[in-house]
Nanobody
């Protein structure tokens, strides 16, 4: 099982980024998928979840600004991040919503600077 995140970078407040995650080693379409983020010294937090059927759920801190989506044909999950704020700075990870395999990718760094 493998998760490979990409798309992070440097952006000014109010800017946008689109994160991508390539998943492999399992039947992707059968699993809910999530994006998480972590900053130094803090617990990893759940940002967004997309269910098998495509319904998205979001943390209050990103609701209305972030959109999660998936492409089952490509085994990909995406996170469109708009109106970015300095507090969105973190390493972002994707994974199945339930930790079936104790597997995390390397993450992708998002930095929002002034």
């Amino acid at each position: 099982v493998q998760f490979v995140e990409s798309g992070g970078g440097l952006v000014q407040p109010g800017g946008s980024l689109r994160l991508s995650c390539a998943a492999s080693g399992f039947t992707f379409s059968n699993y809910d998928m999530s994006w998480y983020r972590q900053t130094p010294g803090k617990e990893r937090e759940l940002v967004a979840t997309i269910r098998i059927g495509g319904t998205g759920n979001y943390a209050d801190s990103v609701k209305g600004r972030f959109t999660i989506s998936r492409d089952n044909a490509k085994n990909m999950v995406y996170l469109q991040m708009n109106s970015l704020k300095p507090e969105d700075k973190a390493v972002y990870y994707c994974r199945t919503t339930i930790d079936w395999w104790n597997s995390w990718g390397q993450g992708t760094q998002v930095t929002v600077y002034t």
